[in-house]
T-cell receptor
Framework: KQEVTQIPAALSVPEGENLVLNCSFT??????LQWFRQDPGKGLTSLLL?????REQTSGRLNASLDKSSGRSTLYIAASQPGDSATYLC?????????FGAGTILRVKS | DAGVIQSPRHEVTEMGQEVTLRCKPI?????LFWYRQTMMRGLELLIY????????DSGMPEDRFSAKMPNASFSTLKIQPSEPRDSAVYFC???????????FGPGTRLTVL
């Protein structure tokens, strides 16, 4: 069964800290992996997309890595800000189907 | 680009009523997805279309749910009759087919009383 797990479930950090969100998946036959951000009561905003042949992607203060063989991805957020507070979702693509993790709820305190 | 458009944004209805959710994908995208998000089960894929054809509807909960895509710029998800356990946020997403980025709409928050 294709399962995606995110750790931790929730995280609270002071402003300015660098932090790492973790995602693991059971089936390594992936097409790609996508990280999303979801604000309360809102839709999903795509942050980064890593293709199965890639090792990492960067966008501003965000860096996502992918280790397909071990079934892991990490999202690194540098110099966190209160505006980064949201739920972060990892989604793994199998064929044309995205399988989502339960998310990490991030709170950055000012 | 307006992004994926969903309507209505909020729907409150009574048990037994028919509910129709609507989605307009991003122009040019040929894959469309319907998801449901609940606290208990997270985000689940209900059905997806490729070039207006339903490819995988294995996530549709039961026969009360149906989805159509009559053309490349419009899709509907219908629940008939609705039940309180259908209360959730329903998202539509679109992409180019293949290993491409999916873009999500703002969702429809459905409450069935």
């Amino acid at each position: 069964k294709q399962e995606v797990t995110q750790i931790p479930a929730a995280l609270s950090v002071p402003e300015g800290e660098n932090l790492v969100l973790n995602c693991s998946f059971t089936d390594s036959a992936i097409y790609n992996l996508q990280w999303f951000r979801q604000d309360p009561g809102k839709g999903l905003t795509s942050l980064l997309l890593i293709q199965s042949s890639q090792r990492e992607q960067t966008s501003g203060r965000l860096n996502a890595s992918l280790d397909k063989s071990s079934g892991r991805s990490t999202l690194y957020i540098a110099a966190s800000q209160p505006g980064d507070s949201a739920t972060y979702l990892c989604a793994v693509k199998y064929g044309n189907k995205l399988v989502f993790g339960a998310g990490t709820i991030l709170r950055v305190k000012s | 680009d307006a992004g994926v458009i969903q309507s209505p944004r909020h729907e409150v209805t009574e048990m037994g009523q028919e509910v129709t959710l609507r989605c307009k994908p991003i122009s040019g995208h040929n894959s469309l997805f319907w998801y449901r998000q609940t606290m208990m089960r997270g985000l689940e894929l209900l059905i997806y279309f490729n070039n207006n054809v339903p490819i995988d509807d294995s996530g549709m909960p039961e026969d009360r749910f149906s989805a159509k895509m009559p053309n490349a710029s419009f899709s509907t998800l219908k629940i008939q009759p609705s039940e309180p356990r259908d209360s959730a946020v329903y998202f539509c997403a679109s992409s180019f087919s293949g290993p491409n980025e999916q873009f999500f709409g703002p969702g429809t928050r459905l409450t069935v009383l």
